[in-house]
């Protein structure tokens, strides 16, 4: 059996990424990918993290607190909770992008913001509770 070249197969590879970009040109598409772009880098950074130092604990770390065990853990539940979330707001994201303008603005311009207040909030009093404890 004959084997491709390599770029034989890069052009048969970039084929249907040429006709899927066309359409999304042409469709109008690439303002409404925005904001599914900034939380895939929002969401590569706290997964990202996970490996290393978390995130949240970083953040928590430059305000000025002092963790120990019980606090380091806590952080890295945290910036699970908020991968999670936004794995899912970035499916929800990307949906959006090929359903109406209606729909998309709802959900990008105004739920979106509510949802994460709601996490903000939501983790802003388990964290007070948490510290009591």
């Known amino acids: 059996m004959a084997r491709l070249r390599p770029s034989t197969a890069a052009r048969i590879a970039a084929a249907p990424l040429a006709v899927w970009g066309l359409y999304l040109l042409r469709a109008n598409v690439w303002f409404r990918l925005y904001p599914a772009v900034m939380v895939a880098a ?60 209606e729909t998309w603005a709802f959900y990008n311009g105004f739920l979106a913001y509510v949802l994460m207040g709601a996490l903000f909030l939501g983790e802003w009093l388990f964290r007070r509770r948490f510290r009591r404890g």
């Open 42 to 101: 929002a969401l590569a950074a706290f997964a990202a993290s996970l490996f290393r130092t978390p995130l949240v604990e970083v953040f928590a770390r430059r305000m000025g607190e002092d963790l120990d065990e019980r606090g380091t853990a806590y952080c890295r539940a945290v910036t699970v909770v908020w991968t999670a979330f936004l794995a899912a707001h970035l499916a929800v994201t990307v949906a959006t992008v090929f359903a109406s303008y």
